[in-house]
């Protein structure tokens, strides 16, 4: 994908109002206020319980300019398409349709209603904001926290399992779009949320939303470790559209090139202060095996 969007020509209409509940420092703040401008007014959102629910805040104040229904915690998918009926039967059929969701109501409790969503090709537009655990009810683990992460829930040793890799999951389902994104990289993210909203049938979107009160960092350094994700190839920004796999922006730029070490990025984070030597080499050794197939592809 060529990228088209600059601070330049950014829209500067805010669809979120000035002053709300995110934490300082938080990436879903940046990917909402985003998404938003590359939606435009004319969407609706559907939201299960989440930290959005929080910065949105509560009826009838929120920081949204935009209807939001807010549903249950596994129903984002399946309420979106009650909402595409609605908008049928009164002949509404440019309004946008978005979810909007936490990698717990993605990966886990959703995952069941998003599935469904993309096997009967449903009109709308799933964003699922990935700040890699249960941020909202106290930092538990989820399906999409790092192996080796420290979580209320893994306290000791940290998380066993690998991440769970949605994008692609959602990809094997034949979808025509499905893209990463990431808060540190804002115009590759607008980008995506546009031409997405320009296709037909489902649309998924995985955007990395960087959490200093569960990863333990600064609140300055919410950029700072979003590209560091980026370059050291752990999280990767590509689209897949027509079940064509290609690598956008700054993860295409790194093709072919010697790319940060992992333990860079471990190291700003409090999440990871547990890693052993051990177990930052393999996942050094996951990290490059993954870049030796992406380098077989060009």
């Not at 909202?136 to 066993?160: D, E, F, M, Y």
């Not at 072919?256 to 547990?274: D, I, N």
Request: aromatic letters at 8%; a neutral charge; glycine letters at 10%.
């Amino acid at each position: 994908m060529t990228q088209k969007t600059t601070i330049l020509n950014l829209p500067e209409d805010e669809l979120v109002h000035p002053g709300n509940r995110a934490c300082a420092g938080c990436g879903l703040s940046l990917v909402y206020r985003i998404g938003l401008k590359a939606l435009g007014r004319d969407t609706i959102l559907v939201v299960p319980p989440s930290c959005l629910t929080v910065l949105q805040g509560l009826y009838p104040i929120a920081a949204t300019q935009l209807p939001c229904v807010n549903v249950t915690f596994a129903s984002a998918a399946a309420a979106a398409t009650g909402v595409l009926g609605a908008l049928r039967a009164q002949g509404r059929t440019k309004t946008t349709v978005a979810a909007w969701a936490g990698d717990g109501g993605t990966s886990d409790i959703g995952l069941q209603a998003l599935s469904g969503a993309c096997e009967r090709g449903e009109d709308f537009i799933f964003i699922c904001y990935d700040n890699e655990a249960y941020m909202n009810t106290g930092v538990q683990r989820s399906g999409t926290t790092p192996q080796w992460a420290l979580t209320t829930t893994t306290p000791i040793t940290g998380k066993r399992q690998k991440k769970k890799d949605i994008p692609a999951i959602i990809a094997a389902h034949g979808i025509d779009y499905v893209a990463t994104a990431c808060a540190a990289y804002p115009n590759d993210l607008f980008d995506k949320v546009a031409k997405a909203k320009t296709l037909s049938g489902p649309k998924y979107i995985h955007a990395l939303a960087p959490c200093p009160a569960g990863w333990g960092f600064a609140a300055s350094e919410t950029i700072k470790i979003g590209r560091l994700a980026v370059e050291t190839g752990l999280f990767d920004l590509y689209e897949i559209e027509n079940g064509e796999f290609t690598l956008t922006g700054p993860s295409a730029k790194l093709l072919g090139k010697k790319k940060k070490p992992v333990s860079e990025y471990f190291a700003t984070q409090s999440r990871f202060s547990g890693l052993t030597k051990e177990k930052i080499d393999d996942v050094q050794d996951q990290v490059d095996a993954k870049w030796e197939t992406y380098e077989s592809l060009t």
